[in-house]
Nanobody, 125 residues
Protein backbone atom coordinates (compact mmCIF):
# COMPACT_ATOMS: atom_id res chain seq x y z
CA UNK A 1 0.00 0.00 0.00
CA UNK A 2 1.35 3.40 -0.98
CA UNK A 3 1.86 5.78 1.89
CA UNK A 4 2.89 9.44 1.62
CA UNK A 5 3.75 11.52 4.66
CA UNK A 6 4.32 15.26 4.42
CA UNK A 7 6.28 17.20 7.01
CA UNK A 8 7.92 20.58 7.45
CA UNK A 9 4.86 22.76 7.63
CA UNK A 10 4.43 25.35 10.34
CA UNK A 11 4.20 29.02 11.16
CA UNK A 12 6.47 31.46 9.34
CA UNK A 13 6.67 35.20 8.94
CA UNK A 14 6.03 36.71 5.52
CA UNK A 15 9.24 36.79 3.54
CA UNK A 16 10.52 33.69 5.27
CA UNK A 17 11.16 30.19 4.01
CA UNK A 18 10.06 26.65 4.69
CA UNK A 19 11.06 23.31 3.22
CA UNK A 20 8.40 20.67 2.98
CA UNK A 21 9.26 17.00 2.71
CA UNK A 22 7.18 14.09 1.49
CA UNK A 23 8.39 10.62 2.36
CA UNK A 24 6.96 7.80 0.29
CA UNK A 25 6.73 4.11 1.04
CA UNK A 26 5.08 1.01 -0.35
CA UNK A 27 6.10 1.54 -3.96
CA UNK A 28 9.16 2.03 -6.10
CA UNK A 29 9.17 5.74 -6.68
CA UNK A 30 12.14 5.96 -8.97
CA UNK A 31 9.92 5.85 -12.07
CA UNK A 32 6.97 8.03 -11.09
CA UNK A 33 6.12 11.70 -11.16
CA UNK A 34 5.54 13.54 -7.91
CA UNK A 35 3.71 16.76 -7.33
CA UNK A 36 2.80 19.35 -4.73
CA UNK A 37 -0.61 20.94 -4.36
CA UNK A 38 -2.23 23.17 -1.77
CA UNK A 39 -5.73 23.90 -0.65
CA UNK A 40 -7.47 26.53 1.45
CA UNK A 41 -10.99 26.21 2.85
CA UNK A 42 -13.68 26.72 0.25
CA UNK A 43 -11.25 26.61 -2.67
CA UNK A 44 -10.20 23.94 -5.12
CA UNK A 45 -6.90 22.20 -4.75
CA UNK A 46 -4.20 24.21 -6.51
CA UNK A 47 -1.27 22.77 -8.43
CA UNK A 48 2.12 24.12 -7.39
CA UNK A 49 4.91 22.02 -8.82
CA UNK A 50 5.75 18.61 -10.19
CA UNK A 51 8.89 16.64 -10.87
CA UNK A 52 9.24 13.73 -13.26
CA UNK A 53 11.05 10.47 -12.77
CA UNK A 54 13.99 11.98 -14.72
CA UNK A 55 13.93 15.30 -12.85
CA UNK A 56 12.06 17.47 -15.30
CA UNK A 57 10.02 20.07 -13.46
CA UNK A 58 6.89 22.12 -13.95
CA UNK A 59 5.65 25.04 -11.86
CA UNK A 60 2.51 27.05 -11.47
CA UNK A 61 2.98 30.69 -12.42
CA UNK A 62 1.97 31.71 -8.90
CA UNK A 63 5.07 30.09 -7.36
CA UNK A 64 7.59 30.13 -10.19
CA UNK A 65 10.83 31.68 -8.98
CA UNK A 66 9.88 31.29 -5.31
CA UNK A 67 9.30 27.55 -4.91
CA UNK A 68 11.64 24.74 -5.95
CA UNK A 69 10.73 21.09 -6.18
CA UNK A 70 13.37 18.40 -5.90
CA UNK A 71 13.56 14.70 -5.16
CA UNK A 72 15.91 12.19 -3.62
CA UNK A 73 14.97 8.90 -5.21
CA UNK A 74 17.31 6.96 -2.95
CA UNK A 75 15.27 8.20 0.01
CA UNK A 76 11.90 8.07 -1.78
CA UNK A 77 11.44 11.68 -0.77
CA UNK A 78 10.33 14.80 -2.60
CA UNK A 79 10.90 18.32 -1.31
CA UNK A 80 9.35 21.70 -1.82
CA UNK A 81 11.58 24.62 -0.91
CA UNK A 82 9.43 27.68 -0.41
CA UNK A 83 11.05 31.12 -0.28
CA UNK A 84 9.67 34.65 -0.03
CA UNK A 85 6.48 33.34 1.50
CA UNK A 86 3.39 35.51 1.42
CA UNK A 87 0.26 35.43 3.58
CA UNK A 88 -1.65 34.10 0.57
CA UNK A 89 0.61 31.04 0.54
CA UNK A 90 -1.05 29.85 3.74
CA UNK A 91 -2.79 26.54 3.06
CA UNK A 92 -2.66 22.82 3.60
CA UNK A 93 0.05 21.44 1.36
CA UNK A 94 -0.22 17.98 -0.16
CA UNK A 95 2.18 15.78 -2.05
CA UNK A 96 0.95 13.32 -4.62
CA UNK A 97 2.16 10.61 -6.95
CA UNK A 98 1.34 10.11 -10.63
CA UNK A 99 2.43 6.55 -11.35
CA UNK A 100 1.99 6.91 -15.13
CA UNK A 101 5.55 7.75 -16.09
CA UNK A 102 4.55 7.95 -19.77
CA UNK A 103 2.39 10.98 -19.07
CA UNK A 104 3.77 14.49 -19.31
CA UNK A 105 3.85 16.34 -16.01
CA UNK A 106 0.32 17.37 -15.21
CA UNK A 107 -1.24 20.25 -13.29
CA UNK A 108 -4.49 18.29 -13.05
CA UNK A 109 -5.04 16.66 -9.67
CA UNK A 110 -6.93 13.83 -11.38
CA UNK A 111 -3.63 12.63 -12.85
CA UNK A 112 -2.30 11.90 -9.37
CA UNK A 113 -3.27 8.58 -7.90
CA UNK A 114 -1.85 8.68 -4.38
CA UNK A 115 -2.01 11.53 -1.88
CA UNK A 116 -0.57 12.39 1.48
CA UNK A 117 -2.57 13.69 4.42
CA UNK A 118 -1.27 17.23 4.10
CA UNK A 119 0.76 19.62 6.22
CA UNK A 120 -0.41 23.07 7.32
CA UNK A 121 1.55 26.17 6.37
CA UNK A 122 0.63 29.44 8.05
CA UNK A 123 2.21 32.73 6.99
CA UNK A 124 1.78 35.83 9.14
CA UNK A 125 2.62 39.39 8.20
Amino acid sequence: QVHLVESGGGLVQAGGSLRLSCAASGHSFSAVHMGWFRQTPGKEREFLAAISWNDSTRYADSVKGRFTISRDSAKNTVYLQMNSLKPEDAAVYYCAVDDNSWRLLSENEDAYKFWGQGTQVTVFS
